[in-house]
């Protein structure tokens, strides 16, 4: 196979224009042209361009000769291998199974691939299968309810599944494992432009179902998912740096037994960390990010973005990326920007107020939404030691919780009101989509001083890329705390924890990953290391 990038089309080329332009780039007949395939499409949204850019793969005849004729070229070549390969294959009687905490997209794709090559795991999950936890988590939004192990954090599919459903990262992926997340999705119903758009999303309502397809996958192939099973402790064997994990002691007092335990928590799971650390696994504080939500009219953002092509059926609601470096040495960066979306309620502990941003596939709700976050180190946090990140967050959510009356409202502010530093008492044209329901306040009185700084110099900088950015009535809410993990366990070359064996810290609550993309690609990796061991493949 032959691979063609930087083939440019208007956005309304007609259906044939692509094989014309591959035919016309190669200067070879239509008849040579066995198949082809787009492995990716991407828009240029800058003004001068407004184009659809493509990359295909070739089924040509002559390929040989077309790649000698066009050496050099940096658009021309081999089509690279992009398929799975399995590490190893379990054997027909195993002396253990292993055992995977955490059924979010690192948990889900570690399962399902120990699955594939036998290992039948054993998934452990705190929170509730995907339909009755929908349930809950809507009793938060619509009645002011938290059920703190059943909610937009945990349970089946993760913080990923009440969602916009991006699916891009920005991680090295030379072995094209989010090829093979792509893939698997797909399987499980996800749409098939996912493969080769550029930005591809699935929106939450098809995670759903999705999810579950996975989850009866993983079932066939002999793995078995325990909800409502959340692990508190560990069984340990041994002393100092060279301890090997032999189990988890279970909630119910249940002890499960397996050398082998994927520990997939997600950010959230402060209680677990906590546990780990009292348990003296190693593990570090890590920089992550603190700021609020804001919304704009999704047509301000289409049109600063498309301009003339706002609205087009190709591109769809407008997303955008925004950084802003800070005279204070800070970093402002839009975040989880969620087209046509809704600010969700996402806290997962009582007296706590946490923002996040969700959409469905379609994407067409009146507002955009995104994270607007402010970069913070471990000298920012409150004493020392892997949690004191926790600390903080604990804080400015209790803050925010307070600020919002306590009800699980949230504490809102105009953007006009907080660049002119003054409360916010009453909405204007924006309406807010953040349920159960906003409260007008002041955010710059619960944000460190650093932090509303930075971001009352970053607005304009924003309005300057995206004109009407700073628009007066454009909501900010609050507050965002749970950008990415506040620690990392730290693992060796092994993916191993560096004092715990058999241990194998994963996904985003680890710290290595950002995302459902680089959680489901951080599984596959975590799977394949715990095989290797098993297997005693090093
Ligand atoms: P998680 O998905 O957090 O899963 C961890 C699981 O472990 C949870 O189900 C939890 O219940 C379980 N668990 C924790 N402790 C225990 C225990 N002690 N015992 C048993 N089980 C336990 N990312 C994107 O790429 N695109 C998006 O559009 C996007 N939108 C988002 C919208 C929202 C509202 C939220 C909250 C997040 C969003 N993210 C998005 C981030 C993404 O969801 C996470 O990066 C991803 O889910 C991390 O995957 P994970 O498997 O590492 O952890």
Redo the contacts with the bound molecule.
């Keep these: 196979m032959l691979r063609l990038a930087e083939i440019k089309l208007p956005l309304d080329h007609h259906d044939s224009a692509l094989r014309e332009a591959v035919c016309a780039r190669l200067a070879v007949p239509d008849s040579a042209i066995r198949a082809l395939t787009v492995f990716k499409r991407s828009y240029d949204a800058r003004r001068s361009s407004q184009q659809l850019i493509y990359i295909v793969d070739l089924d040509v005849a002559g390929e040989d000769a077309l790649l000698k004729k066009f050496k050099g070229d940096p658009h021309v070549g081999a089509t690279p291998d992009m398929n799975y390969y399995y590490v190893g294959q379990a054997p027909a009687t195993l002396p253990c199974r292993p055992l995977v905490?955490?059924?979010?997209?690192?948990?889900?794709f570690a399962a399902l691939i120990l699955a594939q090559m036998g290992f039948r795991p054993i998934v452990?999950?705190?929170?509730k299968e995907v339909r009755q936890r929908t349930k809950d988590t809507w009793g938060l939004w619509r009645k002011n309810v938290l059920n703190p192990e059943s909610n937009?954090?945990?349970?089946?599919?993760?913080?990923?599944t009440?969602?916009?459903?991006?699916?891009y990262?920005q991680i090295k992926d030379p072995r094209y494992l989010g090829r093979k997340v792509i893939d698997e999705f797909v399987k499980a119903g996800a749409p098939e432009e996912i493969v080769y758009v550029a930005k591809p999303?699935i929106g939450t309502f098809k995670l759903v179902t999705m999810v579950e397809k996975m989850r009866a996958t993983i079932i066939e192939l002999g793995g078995e998912i325990r909800f409502e099973?959340?692990?508190?402790d560990l069984l340990l064997e041994g002393d100092g740096d060279t301890r090997q994990l032999r189990g988890v002691v279970l909630e119910n007092g249940e002890q499960l037994l397996s050398d082998h335990v994927v520990m997939?928590?997600?950010?959230?799971?402060r209680?677990?960390f906590e546990m780990l650390h009292a348990r003296g696994v190693y593990m570090e504080a890590k920089p992550f990010s603190i700021g609020c939500r804001i919304e704009h009219p999704q047509s301000l953002i289409d049109k600063a973005r498309h301009g003339k092509h706002a609205g087009h059926p190709i591109l769809g609601a407008a997303d955008y990326k925004l950084v802003h470096h800070a005279k204070n040495g800070r970093a402002v960066y839009s975040f989880?920007m969620?087209p046509g979306g809704t600010v969700?309620a996402?806290a997962s502990e009582p007296g706590r107020l946490v923002t996040?941003?969700?959409s469905q596939y379609s994407r067409n709700e009146r507002n955009a939404n995104s994270a607007l976050v402010v970069s913070i180190t471990p000298e920012d946090y409150p004493g020392d030691g892997p949690l004191a990140g926790i600390a903080l967050q604990r804080q400015l959510e209790e803050l925010a919780f307070k600020l919002g009356g306590e009800n699980y409202e949230a504490p809102a502010q105009l953007v006009g009101d907080f660049l002119a530093g003054k409360p916010s008492t009453q909405l204007g044209e924006v309406e807010p989509s953040y349920k159960p329901g906003v409260k007008m306040s002041d955010l710059a009185s619960i944000l460190p001083p650093y932090a509303v700084e930075a971001m009352r110099e970053a607005l304009p900088a924003f309005d300057r890329q995206i004109r009407g950015y700073t628009m007066h009535d454009a909501v900010l809410t609050g507050l965002e705390t749970?950008t990415s993990s506040p620690l990392r366990i730290t693992r060796g070359d092994d993916l191993q924890s560096l004092n715990v064996r058999g241990l194998y810290p994963?996904?985003?609550?680890a710290g290595y990953?950002?995302?459902?993309?680089?959680?489901g690609v951080?599984?596959i990796r975590i799977a394949e290391a715990v095989a290797k061991s098993m297997l005693g493949l090093h």
């Design positions: 905490v955490g059924f979010g997209p690192c948990g889900i452990l999950e705190r929170g937009v954090q945990y349970g089946e599919g993760g913080a990923g009440f969602s916009d459903g991006k699916l990262s999303h099973h959340k692990v508190t997939a928590l997600g950010h959230s799971a209680d677990t989880c969620c969700v996402a996040n941003g969700m749970r994963a996904g985003e609550g990953a950002g995302g459902i993309l680089s959680a951080d599984g």
